[in-house]
């Protein structure tokens, strides 16, 4: 096996993405078209998009990510419109793009329109959300977003099940595919039920934080490999699964917490980089087997599976955004009155991605009868395009769009108020117990150790109340700024003298890295008080 060109991909699409983080351009964005140009650039190996190595083994950790960086709390606040995107705006986008396409391209078997229907249904809100904590939407739309991205899905691939069943001619039947659509779903449900209080029993009782970590990186693997080995959805299993871990993440040991964030956002940035090169890089894997579609044809038809991509997501998103509050006293009791202007920018943030390119590319070559699969290099070329479509028009235009309708973003000064009151509170309960435990004979300390305990909480009540003052007016530093540096300037003038202190044989190479790893975690603390 050839590990040159994984290589190759890996340090490209991670450099491309870091060269966005100094741009205006969002980072998918850069990364499909750096892949776009790069497939056409001599000696570039051809990368092909596997649905058996994307599916299980690279949307799993991704989902897992995303839920357990996402509040479950939230999430269950949203669940109304979060369900009616992820699984009622899914089914429509199917049938909807399903039945346009049947009646645009002749040559196309209804089965196979839906098939495409199903595959360009589900958008990919990765870079959505990206954008929406770019420029600051408010949370609620944000964690709409995100909780549509973690289960649409699995709505998207259960309707390409069943579409796919009638297309290759299984017989598939109504009954069948809503009875499919509910094994998979309550079934996916049920798995990550059954999973998620074991593991994370597992997780607390044991004490190795590289075991724990271990453990960490093959919960979403073991969650869909399980689902999906009794026909359920294993998106839904991973979901279940990490969104619980993620509500009870305190209750793991703090030093599987640290290793473990750091894990898992270098996990997610690789993969997430990776993806969207893919996507740019199918280009000439799409076009090569196009034939008698090329040129204006193949253009009519990506322009309309495009437009009818879009309009059905905001002939979708209005009626379920108002509709239900115009006829329930209870919606309007319980949840906030939403906008047209928020409405709209749910509405434009329906950016496909890598799931519908590798769910297309595992269309069979052929059916039952062994005749050709109808047009599946067509439903390829319309998936590519529809992909890239959405993400360029969509994705370039969203963040002056949301600057345009000025939604009012989040509220800085009220959530460190917030946090202020909370540590407040918790510093008062910390203070009394350890006054508690410090009467008490057997936890003698001598006084300066008591009192750099008791300073060490004073720091931290006082520390956000700190970041609502005024700037220095000689730097124009914040106060956090103006902590961080001092703390980085301290550290680093002890790191310099154990450094020294090594290379002149006075300490040797290990107790070198216990006192930096000492450092290191001291350093980080500061940063984060004072984030």
Do not use: C
């Not at 750096?34 to 950790?61: F, K, N, Q, R």
């Not at 996990?267 to 199918?282: D, H, K, N, T």
């Not at 196009?290 to 209005?318: D, H, N, P």
């Not at 749910?346 to 047009?375: D, K």
Request: hydrophobic share 55%.
């Amino acid at each position: 096996m050839d590990v040159m060109p994984l290589l190759l991909l890996v340090a490209g699409s991670a450099a491309v993405a870091a060269a966005a983080r100094r741009s205006p351009v969002p980072a998918p964005l850069l990364l499909v078209a750096a892949g776009l140009v790069v497939s056409y650039v001599p000696g570039v190996p051809e990368y092909t998009l596997d649905p058996h190595i994307v599916l299980p083994l690279v949307l799993p950790p991704l989902l897992h990510s995303a839920a357990t960086d996402s509040s479950y709390l939230d999430l269950r606040a949203q669940l109304r419109p979060v369900m009616l995107l992820s699984v009622g705006y899914v089914l429509f986008a199917t049938f909807a793009v399903g039945w346009v396409v049947y009646l645009v391209i002749p040559e196309l078997p209804l089965t196979a329109a839906l098939v495409l229907g199903a595959v360009v249904a589900p958008p990919d809100a990765v870079a959505a959300t990206a954008v929406a904590r770019r420029v600051g939407l408010p949370s609620r739309i944000t964690t709409i977003l995100q909780g549509e991205s973690l289960v649409n899905d699995a709505t998207a691939i259960t309707a390409y099940r069943v579409a796919l069943a009638a297309a290759v001619g299984e017989g598939a039947t109504w009954a069948g595919g809503i009875g499919e659509f509910l094994l998979a779903a309550f079934g996916g449900i049920g798995v990550g039920l059954v999973l998620m209080v074991p593991i994370h029993w597992l997780r607390t009782h044991v004490k190795e934080a590289l075991l724990q970590n271990t453990l960490s990186l093959l919960i979403p693997f073991v969650a869909y490999a399980a689902a999906e080995q009794v026909h359920a959805s294993g998106v839904l299993a991973v979901v279940v699964v990490a969104l619980y871990l993620g509500h009870r993440a305190w209750e793991v040991d703090f030093a599987t917490r640290l290793q473990e964030e750091a894990v898992w956002k270098m996990v997610a940035f690789v993969l997430e980089s990776a993806v969207f090169a893919l996507i740019g890089l199918q280009l000439p894997v799409v076009l090569k087997g196009l034939g008698e579609y090329e040129g204006t044809r193949a253009a009519w038809y990506a322009t309309a599976v495009f437009l009818v991509v879009v309009v059905s997501r905001f002939v979708w998103v209005y009626p379920a955004t108002f509709l239900p509050r115009m006829m329930s006293a209870r919606i309007r009791e319980r949840e906030a009155n939403p906008t047209w202007r928020g409405a709209f920018v749910i509405a434009w943030a329906g950016m496909r991605g890598v799931v519908s390119l590798a769910i297309a590319f595992s269309i069979p070559l052929t059916v039952h009868g062994g005749e050709e699969f109808p047009e599946r290099n067509l439903i390829l070329f319309l998936t590519f395009t529809t992909v890239i479509g959405t993400l360029v028009v969509q994705g370039v235009t969203l963040p002056p769009l949301i600057r345009m309708l000025k939604l009012p973003g989040r509220d800085s000064q009220a959530e460190t108020l917030a946090e202020a009151n909370a540590q407040a509170q918790a510093s008062r309960i910390a203070e009394q117990r350890l006054e508690e435990l410090l009467s008490d004979e057997r936890n003698a300390l001598p006084e300066p150790l008591a009192d750099r305990l008791r300073a060490v909480l004073e720091r931290r009540r006082n520390s956000v109340w700190e970041r609502l003052g005024q700037a220095n007016p000689v730097t124009g530093e914040s106060v956090d700024d103006t902590y961080r540096r001092l703390s980085r300037d301290v550290i680093g003038a002890e790191r310099a003298v154990f450094v020294k202190l090594r290379d002149g044989r006075y300490i040797d190479d290990e107790m070198l890295r216990t006192m930096l790893r000492r450092l290191d975690l001291e350093e980080a603390a500061a940063y984060r008080e004072a984030e």
